[in-house]
């Protein structure tokens, strides 16, 4: 009698022990997830934020030349051929700043480079940027700057009427999106979810390019 | 008297077998319980201070951007004065872990061009330096090519973005602190956590 009694403590032991090490587990796996994502976000926001700066740092008026390429990272080979330069040097910043926990990321791609749109108000519709002719569609970084047409047509970057509203100002935006994948790590065994992550910046110009 | 305590059960001593296994128990358990709440309470520093790093980089990024020597320079900023500006903001997150530069010096003392000075790839490259638990600012820049005339049939400028303006790149990397002190766990240095960080932009530079 008292030994079954013991055998049964001792079953509920092991029991209490193989419910309690999975659900432990499986908090630690999801707390170092999210620390992770918060991680990868604050990255994301950093990279974005340079590269929207970084548009001010190339001639307001140049145009790369035939045969310019730029981020070879990740695979991702970026024909620039005709886009402003400022495009080109915001995604060089993006990828180069970048280039950590890359393995974890699945990037939402997007159109490098777009001009125009507008935050709208009462007298302005909302509108959304259009794609830059020829630029590469399948980029991780969309960035919608200021552009010139053939004719010295000056095509505003993206009008936030939230800053000096109601006319606003012409701003540089950059976007990133992506998804975590945790797959192919030992915290897949506990995080059954996909964490997105997503940043955008505006930069304004600096004071001489005004 | 004595009849009124007949009924009064005395508490009985656990049997020296249950004792025995409940020691065992909570020994088996105890390591468990410390290496997840180390491993949470570390992951949560970790993340603390790589937001840190994160922020400082990109101000460190910006501040090299437009800190050459000249409007014309194409020398990396002096990674300790870079180092300098970011420093206040990494100690107050990476408490335990020194912050030096990363700079090969030159004959004036300044850290030299970028020719000399090639950061460190890998933290482990940075603790057989300069030992555990120390992160390093490293500041590099790389040149566009040289502009030459273009072949015919090819559209100046020739190679394509001889024309830019120097890529600054700002690295912090290295081993952190973790709560783990020194002596325990794998390796001479304990437990720590490694960083690498980094930001890169171009350069702010006017035309010649």
Known sequence: MRRSRRRGDDAQAVLETALVIPILLFLVCNFVAVMVQVTVQEQLNSATALAAQSRFQAPENAVDASGTRCCGVHGVTLVTSGLPTGCRYAAETFYGTMRTDTGLLQWHTVTLCTSGGDSGNGGHPPAQPVAYAGSPANADVSCDIGSIKAGGVVVPGYVDRTLNPPSGLDVVTCSATASLDFANTPLAWGVFWTPTVHAQAEALPPPFRQ | ?208
């Open chain 2, 1 to 208: 008297m004595g009849g009124e305590f007949e009924g009064v059960v005395r508490p009985r001593r656990m049997p020296r077998s249950r004792g025995g296994q409940a020691l065992v128990e909570f020994a088996v358990v105890l390591p468990l319980f410390l290496f997840c709440l180390i491993g949470a309470l570390d992951a949560g520093l970790w993340a603390v201070q790589t937001s840190a790093e994160t922020s400082a980089v990109e101000q460190a990024a910006m501040i090299a951007s437009s800190a050459g020597s000249s409007p014309l320079s194409d020398v990396a900023p002096d990674a300790r004065a870079v180092t300098a500006a970011i420093s206040a903001r990494l100690r107050s997150a990476l408490f335990g872990t020194a912050i030096e530069s990363w700079c090969a010096t030159d004959a004036s003392g300044a850290c030299g061009p970028d020719t000399t000075q090639r950061c460190p790839s890998t933290p482990a490259e940075v603790q057989a330096a300069d030992g555990p638990r120390v992160v390093v600012v490293c500041v590099s820049e790389a040149d566009p090519p040289v502009c030459a005339t273009p072949p015919p049939g090819q559209a100046a400028p020739f190679p394509p973005g001889c024309g830019d303006s120097p890529m600054i790149t700002v690295h912090v990397i290295g081993f952190v602190a973790s709560l783990v002190p020194p002596g325990f766990g794998p390796g001479a240095g304990g437990f720590e956590l490694p960083t690498d960080i980094s930001a890169t932009t171009h350069t702010l530079r006017f035309a010649p």
